[in-house]
């Protein structure tokens, strides 16, 4: 099922966006190959096999095959499995995959049409190529981190989502699949150089036409996509819960305002008279606080006054419209997030999460590999 079935792909086991591009590319309906290195670095092997057990969430849908790579042996059997590859996925520091002898030379070597995927920070060049990095320094040296957070306050974002996966897993994501067309099309594979900085700037295309144009400075709270105006804010309720509001076009704003009662106070009477919002946002942060998170969302939610309660992960997942879209799913006693976007021809399905190793003996044999070589490298293995 889904709409990349028959494609294969080998993963090299890493951290961070590259194993949630494989997920990603697994529920889509690729057949992933996730290589789980067999070592005492652990820098070396992927964290959701050391610590996470069932609930390594981005290893669904994969088979898993450990591998020292330290041997020839074992770098014999992944030459095997890229050679009939359509997309190879790594997530190492630039060098690292040349110094195992699996650099992308190599590779289209044995695979003239392969997608080689690399996921890094910072990027293959520049100068900070070899540093180590995070999500929030990716966000910050693109810009973005600047907007981010409460006017006055230090900035801060949604641990891991703006810098690892909206920056990195996303825009990788896009990378490999628009390289997979083009292979398909031509039988030329070549290198898609995906860092999480990059992807994390090309997200700020909208803000920067905005900033531009002038509806956006450079300092939080002085506008209303940063916390300044009173119809774009997040507001504590009674039980010190929260509920968001953006009510950004005309007709939005006065849903909000009449539903709020404020529909004849002249502090609300032009949206976007900036002397306005302190007192505007002031009487919406006093009213707010005066019901439940529930009692607010029984007033609002649902109506075009651009409404949403601030939800737990649980809470998520039990939440009706949720719910109605299927957008979490329990397999095997837990709940994750579904896959998106829907498919109408080639829906996606969700698979199971594979046991470090679980599948080597059955995909050392399908690389194809002399039967003493198999029995040589499996002995090994399994010691």
């Known amino acids: ?3 990349l079935n028959g494609f294969k792909v080998v993963e090299i086991a890493g951290i961070g966006p590259a194993p949630v591009a494989a997920m990603i590319l697994a529920d889509l309906g690729a057949d992933v190959i996730l290589i789980e290195r067999k070592t005492d670095n652990l820098n070396a092997v992927s964290f959701d096999s050391l610590h996470m057990g069932k609930a390594a969430f981005f290893k669904r849908g994969k088979r898993s095959i450990a591998l020292d790579l330290k041997t ?4 014999g059997v992944v030459q095997a499995l890229i050679s009939n590859a359509d997309i190879l996925i790594e997530g190492f520091r630039p060098g690292v995959m040349e110094r195992l002898g699996l650099g992308p030379n190599v590779c289209f070597e044995q695979n003239a049409g392969l997608v080689y995927g690399r996921m890094t920070g910072w990027g293959q060049s520049g100068p900070l190529s070899q540093a180590a990095g995070h999500d929030l320094n990716y966000a910050s040296i693109s810009g973005a981190l600047h907007y981010c957070g409460l006017p006055g ?3 801060f974002s949604t641990a891991t ?3 690892d996966v909206a920056g990195g897993t996303m825009h990788f994501v896009l990378g490999l699949v628009s390289a997979l067309l083009h292979a398909q099309r031509t039988g030329e594979g ?3 150089d995906a860092a999480m900085c990059d992807g994390a700037t090309y997200m700020m295309t909208l803000f920067a036409s905005l900033r531009e144009q002038g509806t956006i400075g450079d300092v939080r709270g002085e506008d209303f996509f940063t916390g300044g105006s009173h119809f774009c804010n997040t507001y504590a309720c009674a039980d010190n819960r929260y509920v968001t509001v953006q009510a950004l076009e005309p007709d939005f704003y006065r849903e909000l305002i ?3 009662d404020f529909a004849d106070d002249p502090d609300f009477a032009e949206q976007h008279k900036q002397a306005s919002w302190p007192a505007a946002k002031e009487k919406m942060a006093q009213l707010f606080a005066s019901k439940t998170q529930a009692e607010w969302c029984k007033l609002m939610e649902g109506t075009d006054a651009c409404f949403a309660p601030v939800l737990t992960l649980e809470e998520a997942a039990n939440h009706p419209h949720n719910q109605a879209r299927h957008n979490f799913q329990e397999i095997d006693g837990h709940i994750q997030p579904a896959p998106a976007p ?3 021809k080639t829906p996606q399905e969700v698979g199971l999460i594979p046991a470090f190793g679980q599948h080597t003996q059955e995909i050392i044999e399908e690389a194809g590999l002399p039967d003493y070589k198999v029995a040589s490298i499996i002995a090994e293995e399994t010691k």
């Open 1 to 3: 099922m889904g709409p």
């Open 190 to 192: 070549q290198i898609v």
């Open 342 to 344: 829907k498919f109408s």
């Open 258 to 260: 009449t539903l709020c």
């Open 153 to 155: 306050d230090a900035p």
């Open 72 to 75: 020839s042996e074992a770098v």
């Open 161 to 163: 989502v703006l810098g």
